[in-house]
């Protein structure tokens, strides 16, 4: 079992900055891939990124390619989202997964976190 906890959402304005933070508690961190998704109102869960065991490939949805970060610490089970110039059309509820098998952008990871409101104004 893993447990996944996001923190560093928030409300910002178009053109500003933030890093999301996922910390795992329970089974081996550093076996898992990494992934982020993201869900706005009314419309489908989404991937984001995702990020290899050892962190040497990642991964991105066009949407968000050249301006998002991902980046994990395994000495601290930590996996994070470095967002720049963020978008009106970023705003959503952003989650953290954990994935054993797969790198891609399945919809269906092993473990779910609850997410973090991420809100960008215009």
């Known amino acids: 079992q893993v447990q996944l906890k996001e923190s560093g959402g928030g409300l910002v304005q178009a053109g500003d900055t933030l890093r999301l933070s996922c910390v795992a508690s329970?089974?081996?961190?550093?076996?898992?891939?990494m992934k982020w998704f993201r869900q706005a109102p009314g419309k489908e869960r989404e991937f984001v990124s995702s990020?290899?065991?050892?962190?040497?490939?990642?991964l991105y949805a066009d949407s968000v390619k050249g301006r998002f970060t991902i980046s994990r610490d395994n000495a601290k089970n930590t996996v994070y989202l470095q967002m720049n110039n963020l978008k009106p059309e970023d705003t959503a509820v952003y989650y953290c997964?954990?994935?054993?098998?797969?790198?891609?952008?399945?919809?269906?990871?092993?473990?779910w976190g609850q997410g973090t409101q991420v809100t960008v104004s215009s």
């Open positions: 329970g089974r081996t961190f550093s076996m898992y891939y």
């Open positions: 990020i290899t065991w050892s962190g040497s490939s990642t």
């Open positions: 997964a954990a994935d054993y098998r797969r790198f891609g952008a399945n919809l269906t990871p092993d473990y």
